[in-house]
């Protein structure tokens, strides 16, 4: 989406006009809706396989246009910050969500200083099917929307959310995943290094690190509305049992959970 911004002078202070080109296609959402293929039929695996594909590559670009080989500097302190803040609140987690999931609280903050290493990107923050416009036939990506929340951290930290493009969340089964998700899960990873390039096995396992931080994060307290309270960690009772659940299935059942080599 392109835009271009004017600044008009009043008489008592500038006025700043911004004009966007709008985005053509549909919401995802919109497509799924529209379309009433069976999910794990053949045409809604390739429109899936497609949307991944795409979703890969724009990630891939993001990284790309930082140079992975060659990131921009970052302030020190504003790393140490970020690990400061990831230390902190993993530890609450630790202390409050049951006991299976203290392995990988544990792992993932003795893996923060690799995790704060990688490039700084904006990390779009709600990354879902209402939030990505596809084009109203293929399904490929044509852009994403609602920046509003959108933050500077490591690269990687938001990627969980492609679990919720190859699988589906059941309120009583819990994670499901689509009759393809090898083929996407292979996909996605096979295209990052392609179009990135440099990415070796370490890189990735840091990167796939940061998805179980930020899935942590993002599921593991209530939400983080602006100028609240400080949020607190779900609790395995109540309305927490349903956030529990949602949490559960990626980074502690085994047959479920996306990044498995960063637990051994």
Not at 189 to 194: A, I, K, S, V
């Amino acid at each position: 989406m392109g835009s271009t911004a004017e600044v008009y002078s009043m008489e008592q202070e500038p006025l700043c006009v911004y004009v966007l080109s709008r985005l053509s296609g549909i919401g995802h959402l919109e497509f799924l809706l529209e379309h009433g293929s069976p999910e794990n039929s053949l045409e809604f695996c390739t429109w899936r396989e497609k949307l991944i594909g795409d979703i890969a590559r724009y990630v891939a670009f993001i990284l790309r246009s930082l140079s992975w080989k060659n990131p921009q500097q970052v302030d020190p302190s504003f790393r140490e910050n970020l690990q400061h803040q990831y230390t902190h609140d993993l530890q609450r987690l630790l202390a409050a969500l049951p006991t299976r999931f203290h392995p990988i609280t544990q792992k993932s903050i003795d893996l923060l200083p690799a995790i704060v290493s990688l490039p700084m990107v904006l990390l779009h923050q709600d990354f879902r099917a209402t939030k990505i416009i596809v084009n109203s036939t293929s399904n490929h990506l044509i852009g994403v929307i609602d920046w509003a929340e959108a933050e500077i951290g490591p690269f990687g930290l938001n990627l969980y959310y492609l679990q919720e493009f190859m699988s589906k969340f059941h309120i009583k089964d819990g994670w499901i995943r689509y009759a393809n998700y090898d083929t996407t899960e292979i996909l996605s990873w096979d295209t990052l290094r392609t179009e990135v390039g440099g990415l070796d096995d370490e890189a990735i396992r840091v990167i796939k690190a940061a998805m179980v931080v930020g899935l942590l994060l993002s599921h593991g307290f209530t939400c983080r509305p602006a100028n609240m309270p400080e949020p607190e960690p779900i609790r395995d009772y109540e309305s927490g049992t349903y956030n529990i659940l949602r949490l559960d299935g990626l980074p502690t059942v085994p047959a479920t959970r996306f990044v498995g080599e960063i637990y051994e």
